[in-house]
């Protein structure tokens, strides 16, 4: 397989994640990982679906779930019509605009992960934190 040396990280990503390259996992991986707009599977089948003529919304789909179920992607679970992906699977924050429907990274705050991963006796091996409000930019253009 010949690799873009843009795609090296993502290549590598799924090296280290135990997937099996192949040019649409390339493509939706390198996206992720270049693209901070936690898209959800829709946005990425968009973005996509002129470079990789044969995509199709399933391989997007599957393709996403088995990224975040090998952990090489977060998947985060707004509500029950939203999901998003982001490429970033180091512990932060997340904060969700009811008014304009995106997800922005809050960088300063802190993502609280118990030093020994148990709480409660309960093993945590995954979590997720974000905030539901209204974003600052819709805050601004209401006044």
């Known amino acids: 397989m010949n690799i873009k040396s843009t795609d090296t990280h993502a290549y590598n990503a799924l090296i280290e994640h135990g997937i099996r390259p192949s040019i649409q996992r390339l493509a ?49 679970t707004i509500d029950d019509h939203r999901v998003c992906y982001d490429g970033d699977t180091t512990p932060h924050v997340h904060f969700f605009c009811k008014h304009c429907g995106k997800v922005y990274d809050l960088v300063d705050e802190v993502a609280p992960m118990p030093s020994n991963n148990v709480i409660d006796g309960n093993l945590i091996d995954e979590s997720q934190l974000y905030y539901k409000g209204i974003c600052k930019k819709c805050r601004e253009a209401e006044l």
């Open 28 to 76: 939706i991986m390198d996206y992720l990982l270049t693209h901070y707009t936690h898209p959800t599977v829709e946005e990425v089948f968009l973005a996509l679906r002129g470079e990789i003529p044969t995509l199709s919304r399933t391989t997007v789909y599957k393709t996403l779930r088995m990224l975040s179920e090998h952990k090489a992607a977060q998947m985060i």
